[in-house]
């Protein structure tokens, strides 16, 4: 085995953009045209799918630890705080916040999840952002669930009561 430097570590729970929190399961080299590839090998929960991802390749598809405690904690309270109101036209919007997802960080996945909520109020949301919605409160909720350490119902109820508090 080559010593490759790697950034996460088997066991390590990591997210995947998009996808949600991952279990990196094992770490193995496999030949790739005729090269050696230090690949991590991710277990996704969420979808019940196991992915290969090259070491090298990793943090350029935004793949990163987990959060902390005090990061989860931020996010969550972003969601009950005071926001601008956002474009009203809607693919402007839709791809602000799939830009948004596509960056990955807890606190952007909050900042959708709050945005798309407090603008379902007004108006019914079209049918892609609503699955874009429904898309970012699942990242929310698998992240900050493993990062508090709860279960996905309590993640899920205590980020609906923080969106909730103004109205």
């Known amino acids: 085995m ?23 399961t094992s770490i193995e080299e496999k030949k790739f045209k005729g090269k050696d590839v230090l690949y991590y090998i991710i277990y996704l929960e969420v979808s019940d799918m196991t992915i290969m991802v090259p070491t090298d390749k990793a943090e350029g598809l935004g793949i990163r630890a987990i959060v902390s405690e005090a990061e989860s904690k931020k996010a969550l309270k972003l969601i009950s705080e005071d926001y601008e109101p956002v474009t009203a036209d809607w693919k402007m919007r839709y791809q602000m916040n799939l830009d948004l997802l596509k960056s990955g960080s807890v606190t952007d996945i909050a900042t959708v999840v709050r945005t798309l909520y407090h603008r379902s109020k007004v108006k019914e949301l079209p049918i892609l952002e609503r699955k874009l919605f429904d898309s970012a409160l699942k990242l929310l909720v698998d992240e900050v669930s493993f990062s508090l350490g709860k279960t996905k119902a309590e993640v899920e109820q205590l980020i609906f009561s923080k969106l909730e508090i103004d109205e």
Do not use: D, R
Request: glycine share 8%; hydrophobic share 35%.
């Open 2 to 24: 080559s010593a490759h430097k790697t950034t996460f570590k088997i066991n390590q729970e990591v997210v995947y953009p998009l996808q949600g929190v991952g279990k990196i």
